[in-house]
């Protein structure tokens, strides 16, 4: 893996992981070590970015130049374009220069991540070349840790947010209305951002097979337990898991 190549011109998207860092894989934490320039994504100006605080703890990067771009905590998509533009814009500079380049995200690129809205526009102007690095999800170190298979034989497997966006750009605080018939067909059930609809959840599934939640999973803060009452009187963190496993 030591030999992998980067090339010039083209963008390379990191996943790395949720959290732990040796769980970078082998060809993002090369792929990374070979590039030039890091873009990262942070929520605020005052924000750390989660993926490179991961990154640091395995690659050296004081050679490397670190460009953070701003992508606001809001779901209100009018709001988020401009900043998206100008991340492309800032990418595209740097990658049209011949600067090896990589863009890293927490989890996977393709799985409710940043990136999805850069890869829209990298798709449609075709002005670069992107190779994407999968990356493990939160997800699926919770199954792990619960060590609990979360998909065999006929099992469905859903992976969802708890809540729908709403006008104001955030997320509301209530279970998305089609939680019930999603919840009939899945055998095992992924309810990703879940905290502030954690009451709501523990009500519909109790009972009912392997109830779990996680949060900040794969860190040094990670908490897992059963899903109980308890659990919706707690200031739960945005990075949220529930996994319900049916009987």
Known sequence: MSGAQVIAGRLYCVGVGPGDPELITLKGKTVIEKCEVIFAPIKSIHSESFALETVKKVVDISGKEIVKLLFPMTTKEEKLIPYWQRAYETIKDKVLSGIKSAFVVEGDPLIFSTFNSILRIIKEKREFDVEIIPGISSFQLMG????????????????????????????????????????????????????????????????????????????????????????????NHYFSIIMIKKK
């Open 144 to 235: 792990a840790k619960a060590k609990c298979p979360i998909a065999d034989g006929d099992d469905i497997l859903v992976v969802m947010p708890a809540s729908i966006k709403e006008r104001s750009g955030c997320r509301t605080a209530e279970l998305r209305e089609e939680f019930d018939d999603i919840f009939k067909i899945a055998s095992t059930l992924f309810i990703m951002k879940s905290g502030r609809v954690a009451d709501e959840i523990i009500k519909k599934v109790n009972g009912k097979g392997l109830a779990l939640f996680g949060e900040l999973v794969g860190t040094e803060n990670e908490f897992i337990t059963e899903l109980s009452p308890e659990i919706a009187k707690r200031e």
